[in-house]
């Protein structure tokens, strides 16, 4: 079935740039999503790229994505406490498959 | 616009009641999704409508869970005989047809005691 891994934590310093990845295995999978959640809160679609895109920039955010190794990275340039939350990697075929989620931390 | 509204935020409940869940999506989303998630752990499907029809409800766990949408908005996720392990935060999405976005509703939080 459809896996999503991602690593658990990152911790950074504020104006740094944090690099999140993660890992999937469904090769048929349409769509790939990055996802925020502040604590107490709802998740909040950072941005997507195609599967037939290698990259997507967005302000701040930079997606890519390797086909290929079935491998994706959300890059977030002069990162800020706001900043601080769990991110979510999650691929689509029909359904959407979540990883764990990766909990970043900003050091002010 | 509204965004998608899930009813009640919290519910606690005793082990064997049963449960109901509302969703109400954004307004035209034909697509509409629930997800459930445990502490600590990303969302998991549970089962996706495409209008009135279950297009996939594979991610239900068991027979205690069952989801209608009978009019293709409005969704109501119900749980028979709940377990201490129901125990999470039940999230609604929807989404525009052909559209990539899905857009989460703030969740449901039950609480079996």
């Known amino acids: 079935g459809e896996d999503v891994e991602q690593s658990l934590f990152l911790s950074v310093r504020e104006g740094d740039s944090s690099v999140i990845n993660c890992t999937y295995t469904?090769?048929?999978?349409?769509?790939l999503y990055w996802y925020k959640q502040e604590p107490g809160a709802g998740l909040q679609l950072l941005t997507y790229i195609f599967s037939n895109m290698d990259m997507k920039q967005d302000q701040r955010l930079t997606v890519l994505l390797n086909k290929k190794d079935k491998h994706l990275s959300l890059r977030i340039a002069d990162t800020q406490t706001g900043d601080s939350a769990i991110y979510f990697c999650?691929?689509?075929?029909?359904?959407?498959?979540f990883g764990i989620g990766t909990k970043l931390q900003v050091i002010p | 616009g509204a965004g998608v509204s899930q009813t009640p935020s919290n519910k606690v409940t005793e082990k064997g009641k049963y449960v109901e869940l509302r969703c109400d999506p954004i307004?035209?989303?034909?697509?509409l999704y629930w997800y459930r998630q445990s502490l600590g752990q990303g969302p998991e499907f549970l089962i996706y409508?495409?209008?009135?029809?279950?297009?996939?409800d594979s991610g239900l766990p068991n027979d205690r869970f069952f989801a209608v949408r009978p009019e293709g908005s409005v969704s109501t996720l119900k749980i028979q005989r709940t377990e201490r392990g129901d125990s999470a935060v039940y999230l609604c999405?929807?989404?525009?047809?052909?559209?990539?976005?899905?857009?989460f509703g703030p969740g449901t939080r039950l609480t079996v005691t």
């Open positions: 307004s035209g989303h034909t697509a």
């Open positions: 999405a929807s989404s525009s047809t052909g559209v990539s976005e899905q857009y």
């Open positions: 469904d090769s048929s999978s349409t769509y």
């Open positions: 409508f495409q209008g009135t029809g279950a297009a996939d």
């Open positions: 999650a691929e689509r075929n029909q359904k959407v498959t």
